[in-house]
Each structure stands twice: as C-alpha cells, then as structure tokens.
C-alpha cells in the first residue's frame, strides 16, 4: 500500500463549479499535512498546510480527519486556472521528510 | 530574490555516460532536497542534506546515484554509468529549518532522458 494515495483523476469541471478531492495517508504517527500544487511541466508549489480544525484560504479549504487518516481540499467557484495537478503531502517519522501523493489532476474549462 | 537554482534544465545522454545535476539552494536554507519525479512513481525523495551533512540517502535507487554538498551554496547529484531507466525529472528543493520547516521550494527541475 502506498504511504500517500489520491485519486489520479483527471476532474474535468466547468468555470464556477465546486471540486473536491481526497487523499488517504498510511502512517498514523504522520504530524504535517500540506497541499502542493505542480502545473504542467512546471515545478511543486505549496498551496496551504492543513491544519487539525481545519483551513481557510480564499476559495480553497482543507480538512484534517487523523481517526480516518483522510486529508481533503475544497475548491469552490473554479477558475481556468486552478487547472493543474495537485498533490497531496505528509510528513515522515521526522520533521523535514516529505512523502508526496501522485497527484490528482484537474481540469477546469469555460 | 532568486529561487533554488537548478543546471541543466535539459541533458539528453548516452546510456553509459556520467550525468551531473547541479543545485544551488535559496541562500540562508540549511535543508536540501534531492528529488526524482516520473510518470508511474510520481515525486521520490531520493536523499536531503541538513547544514551540507547528508541525512537520508534511503531513497537514493543503487550505487550508480551520488550526491554531494560541499558548501551551503551548492550540491550535485550524480548518475555514473546513466541507465534509460533514469530518464526522469529531478528536482531540487531547499527549506530553513525552524517554524515552516516543512515548507520546500523546488528548483525548476532537470529534465533528463537517457537514450
């Protein structure tokens, strides 16, 4: 099983429509959770850290569930340019070893 | 102020000949990264230095694959003899320890293709 799993997508979704994507994470002692987001042929870029109660950043939100081990994020009234593959990170046994997701692709059109 | 620096961003090789990857981290970052990025496995840490001492070089996939930083300024990561198998991405990414130490900045990446 992987450490990190995400559903590959792609999510093809309209201007203004509301995404969700989920990530499920192996290691329970993991103690940082963070949403990256990779455009195309571009590098990862931090998008926010998710926190216990949970997040707020503009339109995007993110949610903690460590009994169930799940990590979420909210985008709400999608842009063109939210379109890009994003990524969902944990930390491993030890504060600076990231463990990243394969990504779940999204697509967002006119 | 400038990023993490990576050279080459391209390198296309012989299967058989030595690759280096250079990386300059964002100055004043004591952390760097060494990452492999492929379609099939997605982003692999493959080794991280703290202060320029290596602390895991767990991911690193066979002896064919070295990484030095001799200074804060400065780290290489080595393919010798390269494989097709090593055509990849590789990214660098430097992060200061402290209150957001998890927070990596990637380098724009070395795209490599072995042929």
């Not at chain 1, 969700?20 to 192996?26: D, G, K, L, P």
């Not at chain 1, 949970?54 to 081990?69: H, I, K, V, W, Y």
Request: one cysteine or more; a neutral charge; proline letters at 6%.
């Amino acid at each position: 099983r992987k450490e990190v799993e995400q559903d590959p997508g792609p999510f093809n979704v309209p201007e203004g429509a509301t995404v969700a994507f989920n990530c499920t994470y192996s290691n329970s002692a993991s103690q940082s959770f963070f949403w990256y987001r990779q455009d195309c042929r571009k590098e990862p870029k931090l998008l926010m850290s998710v926190y216990s109660s949970g997040n707020e950043d503009g339109r995007f939100t993110a949610q903690l569930n460590r009994a169930s081990q799940y990590i979420s994020l909210l985008i709400r009234d999608s842009k063109l340019s939210d379109s890009a593959t994003y990524l969902c990170v944990v930390n491993k046994s030890g504060f600076q070893k990231l463990v990243f997701g394969t990504g779940t692709r999204l697509l967002v059109s006119p | 102020d400038a990023g993490v620096i990576q050279s080459p961003r391209h390198e296309v090789t012989e299967m058989g000949q030595e690759v280096t990857l250079r990386c300059k981290p964002i100055s004043g970052h004591n952390s760097l990264f060494w990452y492999r990025q492929t379609m099939m496995r997605g982003l692999e840490l493959l080794i991280y230095f703290n202060n320029n001492v290596p602390i895991d070089d767990s991911g690193m996939p066979e002896d064919r694959f070295s990484a030095k930083m001799p200074n804060a300024s400065f780290s290489t990561l080595k393919i010798q003899p390269s494989e097709p198998r090593d055509s990849a991405v590789y990214f660098c990414a430097s992060s200061l320890s402290g209150r957001n130490q998890e927070t990596q900045y990637f380098g724009p990446g070395t795209r490599l293709l072995v042929l």
